[in-house]
């Protein structure tokens, strides 16, 4: 199926972030963490950066499960941010561990070559250069830093799309039902993202399908 960009990069509306802060997208948090645990395992002391963080849930749990972990959270859209403001309140031994970002890529407030991590979940999809990931990735990862990047995986056909939909956002809002499609037919296919790694000079990365809607991006970032 062919690909079908997004036609907005950034969800910088106030009613779109309401409705994602409302969600709890627990699966899809779990399975990142899973997978980074697994490329980390142990207690992670280091200084993450998570790109296109939106609310944050995850760099939240993140630093919740590691108490050394330092995190720089960078998303587009203030009013995703504003959430992840709302939500650090209630969390002071989390906040006084994570800088929230607002900025698009290339970042002057990011610390090149600096992070020990660099994470990101559903950003990818809604770039309009999928380079400009791969471009982060260089630019702030130190060298041999884990990369942990998940986002969703285009289907075969617009059947396939239709049926996801229908499994994972039956009850949720027509909002979140539309964005969830539109970003299905603007995601990547594993051999699309093995491309734009090999010309990113990121080939050592590996791409994996993780469920029936994600793939998975890790490794570490070249010497």
């Known amino acids: 199926m062919k690909r079908i960009p997004e036609p907005e990069e950034l969800m910088a509306d106030a009613a779109q972030a309401r409705a994602y802060a409302?969600?709890?997208?627990?699966?899809a948090r779990?399975?990142?963490l899973d997978h980074f645990t697994c490329l980390q395992p142990g207690d992670f002391g280091g200084h993450a950066l998570d790109l296109g963080c939106g609310p944050a849930d995850i760099p939240i749990a993140l630093a919740e499960l590691n108490p050394a972990a330092r995190i720089d959270a960078l998303?587009?859209?203030d009013a995703m941010l504003a959430h992840a403001r709302s939500a650090l309140q209630n969390r002071p031994a989390v906040a006084e561990?994570?800088?929230l970002v607002c900025d698009l890529l290339p970042?002057?407030?990011?610390?090149?070559?600096?992070?020990d991590a660099v994470l990101s979940n559903?950003?990818?999809h809604h770039l309009l250069d999928p380079g400009t990931l791969w471009d982060a990735v260089k630019c702030y990862a130190r060298p041999g830093a884990a990369v942990c990047v998940m986002d969703l995986l285009?289907?075969?056909?617009?059947?396939?799309?239709?049926e996801l939909v229908t499994r994972h956002a039956?009850?949720?809002p027509e909002l979140l039902r539309r964005d969830f499609r539109n970003s299905l037919f603007a995601a990547y296919e594993t051999a699309e993202v093995e491309s734009q790694l090999a010309a990113a000079g990121l080939d050592g990365l590996q791409v994996r399908r993780i469920s029936d809607r994600h793939l998975l991006v890790s490794g570490f970032a070249p010497a």
Do not use: I, K
């Open 22 to 27: 409302s969600v709890d997208f627990a699966e």
């Open 30 to 32: 779990e399975l990142f």
């Open 75 to 77: 998303d587009g859209a």
């Open 97 to 99: 561990r994570m800088r």
């Open 107 to 115: 970042s002057n407030q990011l610390r090149e070559q600096a992070y």
């Open 122 to 124: 559903s950003l990818l």
């Open 154 to 162: 285009r289907p075969a056909d617009p059947a396939a799309v239709d």
């Open 170 to 172: 039956a009850d949720a």
